[in-house]
């Protein structure tokens, strides 16, 4: 399933060479590293078309262990991975029950349990795009693709134009978000920022794994009504 949204030939350039070069480290360090493959930012074919124009994009820290085999710069393997895993509900984990949350919460609809479509509504990334071994990148992993990775998220959340950006990486990878948006940050709760990039409106939040259920609720509904 192909997304559809806005592109400029330049932003398109920019960003798929970042992709090549993420591939070609992968490709050149997979034997001694123990890595796996690329992740591709997963853009919902109603990103950009639904009734309630919001736009919520959500970053994770990283990848970890991505089964979903390919290493071609054109095979975007998170589309597979909503279509075959989240959408028909193989696949559970407390991120992916924090964003349909938050999503349904933003889009002011009323069924959690049945409404598999929101997933399609939204944008998914991470700030690593490549695991190690099953795990999140090491020290020396993360330096390898650090650069690459920063210039690539900055590009897609500026191609694609997110409302609602949401960080869910805790204390990782901070600086790296500081560096990425040089904006004033405003602490509401030690769990809880924002800040504004342009029209978007950013958050930072820690990993949803691990919650309570009261305190996830209050953090949805404070993003939901920011």
Same mark, same amino acid.
């Given at each position: 399933?192909?997304?559809?949204?806005?592109?400029?030939?330049?932003?398109?350039?920019?960003?798929?060479?970042?992709?090549?070069?993420?591939?070609?480290?992968?490709?050149? %360090?997979?034997?001694?590293?123990?890595?796996?493959?690329?992740?591709?930012?997963?853009?919902?074919?109603?990103?950009? *078309?639904?009734? *309630?124009?919001? @736009?919520?994009?959500?970053?994770?820290?990283?990848?970890? $262990?991505? /089964?979903?085999?390919?290493?071609?710069?054109?095979?975007?393997?998170?589309? /597979?991975? =909503?279509?075959?895993?989240? !959408?028909?509900?193989?696949?559970? *984990?407390?991120?992916?029950?924090?964003?349909?949350?938050?999503?349904?919460?933003?889009? %002011?609809?009323?069924?959690?349990?049945?409404?598999?479509?929101?997933?399609?509504?939204?944008?998914?990334?991470?700030?690593? @795009? !490549?695991? $190690?071994?099953?795990? %999140?990148?090491?020290?020396?992993?993360?330096?390898?693709?650090? /650069?690459?990775?920063?210039?690539?998220?900055?590009? $897609?959340? &500026?191609?694609?134009?997110?409302?609602?950006?949401?960080?869910?990486?805790? *204390?990782?990878?901070?600086? &790296?978000?500081?560096?990425?948006?040089?904006? %004033?940050?405003? $602490?509401?709760?030690?769990?809880? +920022?924002?800040?504004?990039?342009?029209?978007?409106?950013?958050? +930072?939040? @820690?990993?949803?794994?691990? +919650?309570?259920?009261?305190?996830?609720?209050?953090? =949805?509904?404070?993003?939901?009504?920011?």
């Amino acid at each position: 399933m192909s997304p559809s949204f806005p592109t400029t030939k330049a932003s398109k350039i920019a960003i798929d060479e970042l992709y090549r070069q993420l591939h070609e480290l992968q490709t050149t %360090n997979a034997a001694a590293l123990g890595l796996v493959d690329v992740f591709h930012t997963y853009v919902g074919p109603s990103y950009h *078309s639904n009734e *309630s124009n919001v @736009r919520l994009m959500m970053v994770g820290k990283a990848t970890a $262990e991505w /089964k979903v085999k390919g290493t071609s710069p054109e095979v975007n393997q998170s589309d /597979k991975f =909503i279509e075959k895993e989240i !959408i028909p509900g193989k696949y559970h *984990s407390a991120f992916w029950f924090f964003m349909k949350s938050l999503a349904l919460a933003l889009h %002011n609809h009323p069924d959690l349990e049945n409404d598999k479509e929101i997933y399609r509504s939204v944008a998914w990334s991470n700030v690593m @795009r !490549i695991g $190690e071994g099953g795990y %999140n990148p090491g020290r020396t992993v993360a330096a390898l693709q650090r /650069k690459a990775c920063l210039e690539l998220l900055k590009s $897609e959340v &500026d191609l694609y134009a997110p409302t609602h950006l949401v960080f869910v990486t805790g *204390s990782t990878y901070w600086r &790296d978000l500081e560096q990425l948006f040089p904006v %004033n940050w405003t $602490e509401h709760a030690t769990d809880y +920022w924002r800040a504004k990039y342009g029209e978007t409106q950013i958050f +930072w939040t @820690r990993h949803p794994q691990g +919650w309570e259920k009261t305190r996830r609720d209050e953090v =949805i509904d404070l993003i939901a009504h920011a």
